[in-house]
C-alpha cells in the first residue's frame, strides 16, 4: 500500500509539473519531465504486481510509450512524427493482447445493451473524427487510418474486458482507454487540421490520465487475480 501512495504520488507530482510546462511553454524542461511519465509507471506496476504475461505486456506498452514520447518531443521532424505514430501503434497492440487475454465470450456482469452502447459511441465519433480528417491528411493517410482502427480495436477490446475482471479494473482501464482516444483526437485536430486552443496541454492531461487509468485498472486486476 505505501509503495502504491508513493508512485501515485510521484506520478502525479510529474503530471503536473508537465502541465505547468505545457501551459508556459517551457521547452527544454519538456525533454527531461515527459520521458519520467512512463518509467514512474513502469515502477508502479512492478513494484505493485508479481510477474505475468499481462505485466509484461503492459511493461512493454510503456517501454513503446516511451519511445514514442521521446520521438515526438523533436519539432518539425515528419520521419520522428512516423517513429513515434509506430511506437505508440505497438503500445497499443501490446494493450489489446493484454485486454484479450482478459474475457471469455457470454461472460460479463454488463448486459449487452451498455456493451453495444459503448461501442456504439466509439464507431461513430471515429467516424466523425475520420470524415472531419479525411481532406487534411493527404499522405499521411493511410498511416493515420491504421493507426484509427488500432486505437478503436483497443476501446473494443477494454470494454469487452467486464467478462473476468473486477468492476474497479474495468471501469480503471475503459476510462483510460476512451482518455487515449480523446487525446490521439485533439492530437490529430491539431496537427492536420486547424490549431486547438492550448492543445499541448489538453493532450499531455488526456494522455496522462490514459496511462495512469490503465496501468492502474491492471494493477488492480492483476492483484485480484493473484
Not at 509484461?56 to 521532424?77: E, M, N, R
Not at 472531419?132 to 493517410?141: A, C, I, Q, R
Not at 486505437?151 to 482507454?177: C, D, E, Q
Request: charged content about 10%; some cysteine; overall charge positive.
Amino acid at each position: 500500500m505505501r509503495q502504491t501512495k508513493k508512485c501515485s504520488s510521484t506520478y502525479i507530482s510529474v503530471a503536473i509539473c508537465m502541465l505547468i510546462i505545457e501551459l508556459f511553454n517551457y521547452d527544454n524542461a519538456r525533454y527531461i519531465i515527459k520521458p519520467l511519465l512512463t518509467i514512474v509507471l513502469i515502477l508502479y506496476m512492478h513494484n505493485n504486481t508479481r510477474p505475468s504475461l499481462n505485466r509484461s505486456l503492459v511493461t512493454f506498452a510503456l517501454g513503446f510509450s516511451f519511445i514514442g514520447d521521446v520521438l515526438l518531443l523533436i519539432p518539425d521532424k515528419p520521419n520522428y512524427f512516423i517513429f513515434g505514430l509506430v511506437a505508440f501503434l505497438l503500445a497499443h497492440i501490446c494493450y489489446i493482447i493484454t485486454f484479450i487475454t482478459n474475457f471469455k465470450p457470454n461472460e460479463t456482469y454488463l448486459t449487452s445493451r451498455p456493451i453495444t452502447a459503448i461501442i456504439s459511441i466509439v464507431f461513430v465519433s471515429a467516424g466523425l473524427l475520420y470524415s472531419f480528417l479525411f481532406k487534411y491528411l493527404g499522405e499521411m493517410l493511410i498511416p493515420v487510418t491504421i493507426y484509427m482502427v488500432i486505437i478503436i480495436t483497443m476501446v473494443v477490446t477494454a470494454t469487452l474486458r467486464s467478462s473476468l475482471v473486477g468492476k474497479k479494473s474495468f471501469y480503471s482501464v475503459l476510462s483510460g482507454s476512451f482518455f487515449f482516444l480523446i487525446s490521439d483526437s485533439i492530437l490529430a485536430i491539431n496537427k492536420f487540421a486547424i490549431k486547438v486552443p492550448f492543445s499541448g496541454f489538453w493532450i499531455m492531461l488526456t494522455y496522462m490520465l490514459a496511462q495512469y487509468l490503465i496501468i492502474d485498472g491492471m494493477r488492480k486486476y492483476l492483484i485480484k487475480k493473484n
